[in-house]
C-alpha cells in the first residue's frame, strides 16, 4: 500500500503529542543523535504529571527534566550514562540500571521493564510508509515494537538508515514535523597522549581485523595509524567520524568478514553532520539493534575481532573499572564485556583495553594497587587481555597475579611505578628484591 501523501498534515505540535503521557507511565527515550529534544521540552513543561519513569542511554542536547523541580514527579533511570546526568545521579535525583548493551531490547520486549510510551526521533517515511530510527537503533528498536503508545518527532533532516532500523508510519500514534539539526558530537583534539596510545594499538591490528571501537580521542588515534593496513572490516556498537576516511579510503572494505560480508556494521553512530551524510542512504552501512551488534555468538564468527575498548583505571590484578569513578556513575557497561568476549573468542582475536596511564594533569595513576571503593569492574580480571598505554601493550591474559602486576607496572606512568611495585610486594607477600 503507498504511503498517503497528506500524512504530514497529521502531524501536531509537541505538546499535543505528549498529550497522550499520563501520570505512571513508564517512557522509553530514543538517544544520542536522535534524541527528540523537542517532545522532552514539552514533556517537562506537562506540570500535572506523576510518577513517570523514563529509560534511556546516552541522551545528547539539553535535559530538562532532569532539573530538581521535577524531582519525585519525573525519574529518569540511565541505562548508560551521559555528562548531563552525571550530577543529577549523583544527587539522587536520577538513576542508573547497570545492564550489558546487549541485554537491554530484552528488558522491553520480555516486559521485565513493561514500557507504556515510547519517545522516538524519525526519518520522514517513504513511498511504503516506513520510517528509519536513523542514526541510533540501539534499543529504540525493541522500545517501538514493546511500547503500545509511540510518539515521535520526524525530522526531515534524519538521515535515512539501512538494516534494520523501520518502524513504520502506521505504528506512530501521534508525532510533530520538525525540520532540525541532529545533536553533534565535536570531534576532540588529538593529543599526544592519544597519538601514543593510537600507535600502540595500531601495531596490534593484524590486516585483515574486524574492527570495534567506540568514540573519542584514542580511538580517533587508533584510526588514524591503520591507513597503511589493508582489508579491515567493522563490526561495532557505535562508530563516529574517524572511520570515514578509511572507508572512502578502501582501507575498510568489509571483504574478508564472514558476517554481514561487504557492509560495515553498528547500532548507532554520534559525530558531525558529516557523519550523518555519510550513512543518509549508505548500503554499506547497516544498522542493527544492540542485541544484535553484541552478540558474542555472532561477534566471535568473524577472524580477528579486535576490541578497542576504554577504562578508568585498572587495577594490578587485571579488573577494569569503566564506568564509575568509585560510587560517582561516569558512564555505563554499555558494551564493553560483550566486545571484549566476543573478541576473546574469536579465532585470532584480540581485546583490548587502551587508557592513558595517568589522569588529573598526571598526579594520579590510573593503574592502581586496588580501585576505588564502589568502583565497578566492568571488565573483569579473568575476561582481560590486552591493556595499553601510552607507555606500552601487555597482554595478561594466562598470567599469574604476581605476573601480571608486574605488566601492568611496566605501562603504568614511570614517576608512579616505584610506589606500584611497593604496593605489589605487600599484597602478594614478596621481597622487592626476590
Known sequence: ????????????????????????????????????????????????????????LHLSGPFPLAEPEHRGRITSYSLFTGPGLREPVARGHADFIPVFLSDIPALFTSRRIPLDVALLQLSPPDRHGLCTLGPSVDAALAASRS??????EINTRMPRTHG???????????????????????????????????????????????????????PDAVLEGLHDHTDLGVHTEMFSDGLIELMEAGVVNNTLKRVHCG?????????????????????????????????????RKNQRVVAINSALSVDLT?????????????????????????????EGGLPIIALPATASGGTVSRITAELAPGSGVVTTRGHV??????????????????????????IAAPEFRAELARDLARLRHFDLGA
Open 1 to 56: 500500500m503507498a504511503l498517503d501523501p497528506g500524512w504530514r498534515s497529521r502531524a501536531r505540535s509537541p505538546a499535543d503529542v505528549v498529550a497522550r503521557v499520563a501520570s505512571g507511565h513508564r517512557i522509553f527515550v530514543h538517544g544520542a543523535a536522535a534524541t527528540p529534544t523537542p517532545l522532552l521540552e514539552a514533556l517537562a513543561a506537562r506540570a500535572d504529571l506523576e510518577r513517570v519513569a523514563l529509560y534511556h
Open 147 to 152: 511500547a503500545p503508545i509511540v510518539l515521535a
Open 164 to 218: 534494520h532500523t523501520t518502524v513504520p508510519l502506521s505504528r506512530v500514534t501521534a508525532f510533530t514535523l520538525t525540520d532540525r539539526p541532529l545533536h553533534e558530537m565535536r570531534r576532540p583534539a588529538l593529543s599526544d597522549v592519544h597519538r601514543r596510545i593510537g600507535a600502540q594499538v595500531a601495531a596490534l591490528v593484524p590486516n585483515g581485523a574486524t574492527l570495534q571501537m567506540g568514540i573519542g580521542g584514542i
Open 263 to 299: 557492509r560495515t556494521v553498528t547500532s548507532f553512530v554520534a559525530g558531525s553532520r558529516r557523519l550523518f551524510d555519510f550513512v543518509d542512504d549508505n548500503p554499506a552501512v547497516e544498522f542493527h539493534p544492540c542485541d544484535r551488534t553484541n552478540d558474542t555468538a555472532l561477534i
Open 318 to 346: 587485571g579488573q577494569v573499572c569503566a564506568d564509575s569513578i568509585g560510587h560517582r556513575i561516569f558512564s555505563g557497561i554499555g558494551g564493553q564485556m560483550d566486545f571484549i568476549r566476543g573478541a576473546a573468542l574469536s
Open 385 to 410: 587481555h590486552w591493556v595499553v598505554t601510552e607507555h606500552g601493550a601487555v597482554d595478561l591474559h594466562g598470567k599469574s597475579l604476581r605476573a601480571r602486576g608486574e605488566a601492568l607496572i611496566s
